[in-house]
């Protein structure tokens, strides 16, 4: 069985890097929890790169990489499964991320709140405080 690991969402690291250090990724950074995968580095790396933040982007490409397999028919059984439910405006990379959490048993840290809402109907393990 593999260890436990925590994806970090952009939204945390985004509150991280504009409001200071948050304990419990700062936790999961010093016990090597912490993993990212391509598509949130690359939702963050842009912004950092244009504020010439390369030490920040060298961190988070030191933090460990999950490969990221897209499955599509799951990934548009999840946006259906949200239209069904009144679950609304939730884009593609967030359904890729619950994709990739849910397949690879990964627990996910985020603030965004329709994780929260899709909670109510998949099974998947979330931080979010």
């Known amino acids: 069985m593999s260890r436990y690991r925590v994806l970090i969402d952009s939204s945390v690291w985004i509150e991280y890097f504009n409001n200071g250090g948050i304990e419990k990724l ?8 912490a993993c990212i995968n391509e ?11 244009l504020k010439n933040e390369t030490d920040t982007l060298e961190g988070l490409q030191a933090i460990s990489m999950i ?3 897209v499955d599509w028919e799951i990934v548009r059984d999840y946006q259906i499964m ?12 967030d ?4 994709q990739q959490i ?7 840290f985020s603030f965004d709140k329709h994780f929260s809402l899709m909670q109510n109907h998949l099974n998947f393990d979330l931080i979010s405080e």
């Open 26 to 33: 700062d936790r999961l950074i010093e016990e090597d929890l």
């Open 39 to 49: 598509l949130i580095l690359t939702e963050l790396a842009p912004a950092l790169m």
């Open 67 to 69: 490969p990221l397999n």
């Open 82 to 93: 949200n239209i069904r439910n009144g679950i609304n405006k939730v884009g593609i990379p």
């Open 95 to 98: 359904l890729i991320i619950l």
């Open 102 to 108: 849910i397949d690879e048993k990964i627990t996910l």
